[in-house]
């Protein structure tokens, strides 16, 4: 049974940072992505970071939230720094299917709140 469970979430001003966890159990060595859904919206794709450890990012996001992995603790990190009230959201981690690439396993969600 896969299980992803998200933590890291907060009130935060802008211009500051948080990181968000995922940690994994029942999947290994997936491609892992961050999505995120603000109110009255559509959930988005936030990043993506392979098994082997290829990233990619959103273009709101690039060059300010970094993607990463640690096998050994089967956990997957989002470094969000410079934050913005527009990235007020709930974020999900998914484990992605291997053939499709899409979001086969999420997780609870956590939320992240921007605002002085």
């Known amino acids: 049974q896969v299980q992803l469970v998200e933590s890291g979430g907060g009130l935060v001003q802008p211009g500051g940072s948080l990181r968000l966890s995922c940690a994994a159990s029942?999947?290994?060595?997936?491609?892992m992505a961050w999505y995120r859904q603000a109110p009255e919206k559509q959930r988005e794709w936030v990043a993506t970071i392979s098994g082997g450890g290829s990233t990619s990012y959103a273009d709101g996001v690039k060059g300010r939230f970094t993607i990463s992995r640690d096998n050994v603790k089967n956990t997957v990190y989002l470094q969000m720094n410079s934050l913005k009230s527009e990235d007020t959201a709930v974020y999900y981690c998914?484990?992605?299917?291997?053939?499709?690439?899409?979001?086969?396993?999420w997780g609870q969600g956590t939320q992240v709140t921007v605002s002085s």
């Open positions: 998914a484990a992605l299917a291997v053939y499709s690439g899409q979001p086969a396993h």
């Open positions: 029942g999947i290994f060595f997936s491609a």
